[in-house]
């Protein structure tokens, strides 16, 4: 099952329609101010969470009398709304892959902590990604195969998540490596390309955010 969720950061509405036309999800989830896109799009969510510090009470009344399940959480808490729904929908039965939109905006703070987060996906083995309509980003703790016509755009970043990533091999790429190691304060893997239809990265050691990104100039 594909699950969807809906945070409450920017959701360009004409993208994620277009985008929703062709990932088919099977349950969704609205975070908080996420409700307002779901809103937009027509989409009634299966569940909303968050501490409804956003959101009017006629509207979450409207859900509730709907019987959509809640998932309400005080203010203060450890953990954000977007980290609680997608704890949540790594608990739902039959969960094979979440993708989140709305997870970037004018709050770096969250858009940084969003994509901490999908740490909790990578340690499930459960394919969690970041979507809006320049980027989409994952991590990866292992072989990736690449392809020109699935990528999200031209250009393929690979940064260090959490320490120094070794033996890092990309074969295919405009830009190759062959067993190196790339370490946090450096951008050696920014902006890459795929120098044909196909492209391979391989390593041995550590975590890389993936970032597949269009041109937005």
């Not at 929703?20 to 027509?42: F, H, N, R, S, T």
């Amino acid at each position: 099952m594909k699950v969807l969720i809906l945070t409450g950061g920017d959701v360009e509405i004409p993208f994620a329609a277009g985008f929703l036309e062709k990932w088919q999800y099977g349950y969704a989830i609205a975070v908080d101010g996420g409700l307002i896109p779901a809103e937009e799009l027509g989409i009634c969510p299966d569940c909303i969470v968050g501490d409804f510090d956003t959101v009017d009470r006629e509207r979450l009344a409207s859900y509730r009398e709907r019987g959509v399940h809640f998932e309400t959480h005080r203010p203060e808490k450890d953990c954000t709304d977007t980290e609680l729904a997608l704890l949540y929908a790594l608990d739902l039965p039959g969960t094979e892959e979440i993708v989140i939109l709305g997870a970037f905006g004018r709050r770096f703070d969250h858009a940084l902590a969003n994509v901490q987060i999908l740490l909790h996906g990578l340690k499930r083995k459960i394919p969690c990604s970041l979507v809006d309509g320049w980027n989409r980003l994952f991590l990866l703790d292992g072989s990736r195969d690449f392809r020109k016509e699935t990528l999200w755009g031209k250009y393929i970043s690979f940064i260090p998540f959490a320490g120094q990533v070794r033996g890092v091999t990309l074969t295919g790429f405009k830009y190759p490596l062959t067993d190196a190691a790339l370490s946090p304060g450096v951008s050696l893997g920014v902006s890459n390309e795929l120098a044909g239809e196909e492209a391979r990265l391989e390593l041995e050691e550590g975590i890389l955010i993936c970032v597949e990104s269009r041109d937005g100039r």
